[in-house]
């Protein structure tokens, strides 16, 4: 079957996100701007991707917080600086008044989004206490896959007990061939019905279990990244960042959309033979992905592993998940950082990203030696 041919593997998030599309695995991290440190003008007066050191930070008092110096260390969880941005009130719930729903991991649980029936994964720490400001993370699963699939094979309890966030994993509604909204075939209304999902579940989860509303993130893997390159841009006023795990735009998927703010991305591909079936090249998507987060002012962090469409090789830090530096992307980039701005620009790529991800397009020295896991596309 076609979908299934399209179904797409990866390792997300300390464990193995195994998708089927393409019958391989895949993860894509978003870097910032060029490798000469310059980078392109950001929004509302706001640094661009610039790489080592960043220039002044967006309009008010969130610029103190930037501009030459200062970031290290500003993760969720913090104090945001006195006049930061804040993200955008949640948008109202389109069923009216959102349900009760459960504060221990649970799967498969019933949700009417935009007059349908809809299902989701809720996975939070064994000692989750209920109003935590924990960061809330989006994990959109494959073609060809579940959520429930999502949540096993990326070991995403044992990501959550050890890092401590709340990970909601959507359920497909099964009425497209590519799973999700974003190709050129899907219409905008599909689109916008996918993003009303989002919109109800960020609502919901976040008056009924909790949650830091600075720290949400959304993260694809593979062909389902395509459907986040689409859902980042237009729902900027709420995300904090965004992972792409083998995405991108153009050719036959739908092109960026102009952001609503400059935000934090990480790109990650499996270099020059990550492609599907001929169809979903990567490496290509990706790189006009990063082409846009250029000409928007965005930060970002590229990955190339070099492994084609295939498990990135990560490697476990002690007592943690093999895939806590991307993790800890989503953590190190709250709403509140200046435009186009990330700690990293001073500190550096942390040491939990593989040695082949560095700031920037063409900041990544692809990774070189043979790879475990071939190609599987």
Request: glycine residues 16%; hydrophobic residues 40%.
């Amino acid at each position: 079957m076609v979908r299934r041919a399209l179904a797409v593997g990866v390792l997300v998030g300390g464990a193995s996100l195994v998708a089927t599309a393409c019958g391989g695995e895949d993860d894509d991290l978003a870097g910032s701007d060029p490798a000469n440190g310059t980078g392109g003008s950001g929004s509302d007066g706001g640094a661009g991707a610039g790489g080592a050191g960043g220039a002044s930070g967006a309009s008010g008092a969130a610029g103190a917080a930037g501009a030459g110096g200062g970031l290290a260390g500003m993760r969720c969880g913090g104090t945001p600086p006195p006049g930061a941005p804040a993200p955008a009130a949640p948008r109202a719930y389109s069923a009216g008044t959102c349900p009760t729903l459960p504060t221990t991991t649970t799967a498969d649980i019933a949700f009417t989004s935009g007059g349908n029936a809809r299902a989701f994964t809720l996975a939070l720490p064994a000692d989750f206490q209920k109003g935590e400001q924990l960061p809330l993370v989006f994990l959109w699963h494959w073609l060809g896959g579940d959520a429930n699939g999502f949540y096993e094979r990326g070991e995403v309890q044992a990501a959550v007990d050890s890092q401590r966030f709340i990970a909601v994993i959507p359920t497909e509604k099964d009425d497209l061939l590519f799973t999700w909204p974003y190709s050129l075939i899907d219409s905008e209304a599909r689109l916008q019905e996918e993003l009303t999902f989002f919109d109800d579940l960020h609502a919901c989860v976040l008056e009924q279990v909790g949650g830091d509303p600075a720290c949400v993130s959304s993260i694809g893997v593979s062909a389902v990244a395509l459907f986040t390159d689409q859902l980042a841009p237009r729902r900027a006023d709420v995300l904090a960042n965004f992972v792409s795990l083998s995405g991108g735009v153009g050719g036959v998927i739908k092109p960026w959309t102009p952001a609503l703010r400059p935000l934090p991305g990480l790109v990650l591909w499996g270099g020059p033979t990550d492609d599907c079936i001929g169809l979903l090249k990567f490496e290509v998507g990706s790189r006009a992905l990063e082409d846009a987060l250029i000409a928007g002012g965005h930060f970002f962090v590229e990955c190339v592993h070099n492994c084609g469409h295939a498990v990135p090789p990560f490697e476990a830090p002690t007592s943690f998940s093999k895939f806590k530096g991307m993790w800890d992307f989503v953590f190190d980039h709250p709403f509140w950082l200046p435009a186009g701005q990330s700690p990293y620009q001073e500190t550096g790529v942390p040491a939990d990203l593989p040695a082949w991800c560095g700031i920037g397009q063409g900041g990544a020295t692809p990774r070189e030696g043979t790879c475990e896991d071939p190609s599987e596309c």
